[in-house]
């Protein structure tokens, strides 16, 4: 049996990248995938197709469904759940994917792109959990909420601080509501992934200079593919990981492990 057979999963923010992997490897566990995307639908149906090409390898098969919605406005996420419970039946995973940023140097920050960024990252990760939760208490079953956070929950990241602001806020949004509701057999946990070759990093990625720039503060030596974060996501949505709870896994690479301290250039030996 797949680790996810016979779950319903809703993933934001799955039109592409990691989302797109995570959604894809959801299907290959056996799970039911709806695919939310905010524009482009163009994408959202492409890992449509992909999700569909997974659900062959199932035995027992497995259904998606695809549904738009801006999860920065609460009346679209109540829309969003609404359409998935008609569409399953019933919710068992929210995986809180959607994320987007807008570098700038800080005191260049506008108010309305410090709100878009945190209504996006932070808010709307709190929106679709707290639907989320209310549809698993309603159910009785209990339920998973991971969100998809970064290694800048905990290390800073200038010209970056509505992102930076929204990840650090997500990782208390994950601790309060897993200590909150473990009673109920809720668990909520995130995965802090590092540098991952996604479109949203394709400045760099595609930049051989930049690229070699950046690969070399990771212990590792390269970014991550996204189908190595999705993985993680999967363990954690499975009854694998069912003593784990208010968690941020980090699949970095090495990234949070202080990576200039490779060389003891403080200790004088």
């Not at 540098?195 to 503060?217: C, F, K, L, M, Y």
Request: with cysteine; charged share 20%.
């Amino acid at each position: 049996m797949r680790r996810l057979e016979g779950k319903n999963a809703l993933i934001t923010g799955a039109s592409t990248g990691i989302g797109q992997a995570i959604a894809v490897r959801f299907a290959q566990e056996g799970a039911n995938v709806a695919i939310n995307y905010r524009s482009a639908p163009e994408e959202a149906a492409a890992t449509e197709v992909e999700v569909q090409e997974a659900c062959k390898g199932v035995s027992n098969g497995c259904r998606e469904l695809t549904v738009q919605a801006d999860i920065s406005k609460e009346d679209q996420v109540k829309k969003m759940f609404e359409k998935v419970e008609e569409a399953f039946g019933s919710i068992d995973i929210l995986v809180n994917n959607a994320g987007i940023q807008k570098p700038a140097p800080s005191h260049e920050v506008t108010a309305d792109d410090f709100d878009r960024v945190v209504g996006v990252n932070l808010r709307g990760a709190f929106l679709c959990a707290r639907e989320a939760i209310r549809y698993f208490l309603k159910d009785g079953k209990g339920g998973v909420i991971l969100n998809n956070s970064s290694v800048h929950e905990i290390i800073p990241k200038p010209k970056y601080l509505p992102y930076s602001i929204s990840k650090g806020g997500m990782e208390n949004l994950t601790k309060s509501l897993a200590l909150e509701y473990a009673g109920q057999g809720i668990r909520v946990n995130a995965v802090g992934p590092g540098a991952v070759v996604t479109p949203i990093n394709g400045a760099w990625i595609n930049d051989p200079q930049a690229r070699a720039a950046v690969e070399s503060h990771i212990p590792m030596g390269r970014a991550a593919r996204v189908e190595e974060i999705a993985s993680v996501f999967a363990f954690l949505a499975s009854d694998e990981a069912s003593y784990i709870t208010g968690q941020t896994i980090f699949a970095c690479g090495g990234l949070t492990l202080y990576p200039e301290f490779r060389v003891a250039w403080s200790s004088g030996e």
